[in-house]
């Protein structure tokens, strides 16, 4: 089963992808860059979180592919991380749960 993007859609992939929605906070912020991409700043002031809260969850979305960011120079010579929803669709059946269960990385294998 491949994703949006093109990417087979593994088994630690969609836990990634999951365990990143699985959050409201981080909900919220997909909502707010569906509307519109947005520096940082912006985006902690939209949805009401500290700049290193949603710097924290951004990097938790974008390790899923689900946004992306870019670093930007402002007029007055400021760095701006912008980021934006990257496109993406999930069909979540119990077919597609079976396949991608079966491309797990077993957690034992992980630690040696």
Known sequence: ??????DTLTGDRLVRVLAALANPHRIR???????????VSGLARQVGLSRPLVHMHLQRLEAAGLV??????SDDGKALK??????????????VIAAAAETLTDPKEEDE
Request: proline share 5%.
């Open 68 to 73: 992306a960011g870019s670093l930007e120079l």
């Open 29 to 39: 912020i997909l909502a707010a860059l569906a509307a519109e991409r947005v520096h």
């Open 1 to 6: 089963m491949k994703d949006i993007q093109g």
């Open 82 to 95: 912008f980021f934006e929803v990257t496109p993406f669709a999930l069909e979540l059946t119990p077919a």
